[in-house]
């Protein structure tokens, strides 16, 4: 791991998670021996972060100076942890766990009286438990091709058990508290379809890709949306918000 993410990684961590946090767990975060965590932290602390305890009791972040200062309202913060929050229902844990990163690092910039406001929110989701169907492909390697514009081959089951393999270019994903769909343009069919992450049994990178097409596909499919029948079935995989 390189230097920089791993000081970041650590960070990270340390913003995170409640203080004090032990060197172990500290050390498990950022996938790091305990010898190699010490020296990081020395490291941070001769940058200007203000790093209390020590090893055999605990770290606490008391002042970050990578971050500079931000202000919300009160209602800003509940509408940030609303959102965050919102993430567990999600089935999908690098995701969550980037946003609850995402979140420290705001959190660390707040004024003390905001701080404590977003520790104690007064908003809450829920979502009554529901079958969701379990992922098993890596979600990473279908977010970078999405981003990355960059085509995959897919080995996929489709609602009547049927199997096929295709190359596609992902598009964009749609999280639901039911269901991960994402949006493709299919190179067997030459056309736009909707596929239940769920129900992809393998995922390897095409090698092909599509920049800049990405926009434009999009742009396109939203169009032919606009101007479908409004009676269309609620049922169909294309009902799906993109």
């Known amino acids: ?11 990270n961590a340390l913003r995170r998670l409640p203080a004090p946090v032990t060197a172990a767990r500290l050390a498990d975060e950022t996938g790091v021996s305990r010898r190699q965590l010490y020296r990081d932290i020395a490291t941070l602390r001769a940058g ?4 209390d305890g020590a090893a055999g009791v605990g770290y606490a972040l008391t002042e970050d100076p990578f ?3 931000q202000s919300f309202s009160r209602l800003e913060i509940e509408a940030l942890m609303l959102g965050i929050g919102s993430l567990d229902s999600l089935g999908d844990a690098p995701l969550t766990r980037a ?25 809450r989701t829920w979502r009554p438990d529901a079958m969701r169907p379990a992922v098993a492909i890596d979600m990473d390697l279908l977010r970078q091709a999405c981003w990355e514009e960059n085509s995959l081959w897919i080995c996929y089951c489709d609602l009547k058990d049927r199997l096929s393999e295709r190359e596609v270019w992902p598009l964009v ?36 890709s599509f920049r800049p097409r990405r926009v434009a596909l999009l742009r396109d499919f939203k169009t032919r949306r606009r101007y479908e029948e409004q009676g269309s079935s609620a049922g169909k995989d294309a009902a799906c918000d993109f």
Not at 107 to 119: G, N, S, V
Not at 177 to 201: G, N, S, T, W
Request: a positive charge.
């Open 1 to 11: 791991m390189a230097r920089q993410d791993r000081l970041m990684r650590l960070m």
């Open 48 to 51: 200007g972060a203000l790093i």
């Open 67 to 69: 971050l500079p200062p």
């Open 99 to 123: 946003g609850r990163d995402a979140v420290a690092r705001i959190i660390a910039t707040l004024p003390d009286r905001q701080a404590r406001q977003a520790m104690h929110t007064v908003m």
């Open 173 to 208: 994903l749609s999280y639901s508290p039911e269901a991960l769909m994402l949006l493709a343009f299919c190179q067997l069919r030459q056309d736009y379809r909707v596929f239940h992450v769920a129900r992809i049994k393998e995922l390897r990178p095409g090698g092909t």
